[in-house]
């Protein structure tokens, strides 16, 4: 199994919770395919955010989390955002060059934020279609189980997708970079009335937050989100700082109290799903 679903012990929550970045496993295939495993790899990984979120101890939410590293296939990516380099054959895929594909950090990742993966092998089509169908695939179809289950009981459903940043961004800098970064996707993905709660949260917890800079949502955000099924979508970027050694890919001494924090934010925002924004569904 590639994924762990952490179910609540009732179906009152629309709140959905997903972490597809934070795995830490790798598969035999992969370390074949490389010179040799490398410690900055994992700069790709949201490390510990798995932990972070599956210890929220909210016992009516659902919390999906990928088990298998980003390095493995990214979850996050739509399946045509391949890179054809990494592949023997490709005249049997449809593919689409996006800029993360040209970046490096498609579906099957190339590039990490501190060190170019060094391949020795390509994949063929058979090892790229067991990748989709086995990991892909087997995590998305769970997710639409859980919307479907969710919409069913609540009348809507709303996916928080939780990931982690470098505290650096050559595009921002250390400075001006917010503790945490909101996506909707410029405001097309969640109402306002979730995004005004999740900032009152954030900044009663201590923390500074941004809307959409620079992170304004995945291909989760995008994909999930269906305003005729009332399915919303937020994702979430942490800045890693806040909990770990960056340099030394560990926890800090401050990962327990962030954790708590986190946590406070989560069930500020369960809550208003439940005891305002569900009423106001079912109104319509």
């Not at 598969?27 to 955010?49: A, G, H, P, V």
């Amino acid at each position: 199994m590639n994924y762990k679903l952490f179910k609540p012990q009732s179906e009152e929550s629309p709140l959905i919770l997903t972490s597809v970045h934070s795995g830490d496993r790798y598969t035999d295939l992969f370390l074949k395919k490389i010179k040799s495993f490398q410690d900055d790899y994992k700069s790709i990984e949201d490390m510990f955010m798995n932990q972070i979120v599956s210890g929220l101890n909210l016992p009516n939410i659902h919390i999906l989390i990928s088990l298998y590293s980003r390095l493995i296939i990214d979850l996050n990516r739509s399946e045509k955002e391949l890179d054809i380099d990494l592949i023997l054959d490709p005249k049997n895929f449809e593919y689409i060059n996006t800029p993360r594909v040209k970046g490096g950090i498609g579906l099957i990742p190339k590039n990490t934020p501190k060190k170019e993966i060094d391949y020795i092998n390509k994949y063929s089509e058979e090892e790229i279609r067991v990748l989709i169908d086995n990991f892909y695939q087997n995590w998305h179809n769970k997710l639409n189980e859980i919307i479907n289950k969710v919409r069913e009981y609540n009348g809507f459903a709303f996916i928080l997708d939780c990931h982690s940043m470098p505290s650096h961004n050559p595009y921002v800098g250390k400075n001006k970079l917010s503790d945490i970064v909101l996506g909707d996707n410029h405001n097309s993905t969640c109402p306002k009335e979730i995004i005004d709660i999740m900032t009152n949260s954030i900044t009663k917890e201590g923390f500074t937050v941004s809307i959409n800079e620079p992170y304004a949502g995945g291909f989760i955000t995008q994909n999930y989100f269906n305003a005729e099924k009332k399915i919303f979508t937020l994702q979430i970027e942490i800045k890693r700082d806040l909990y770990m050694d960056e340099k030394r890919y560990l926890k800090n001494d401050n990962f327990n109290n962030f954790k708590n924090n986190f946590r406070k934010i989560i069930n500020d925002l369960n809550d208003f799903l439940i005891n305002r924004y569900k009423v106001d569904i079912a109104a319509e």
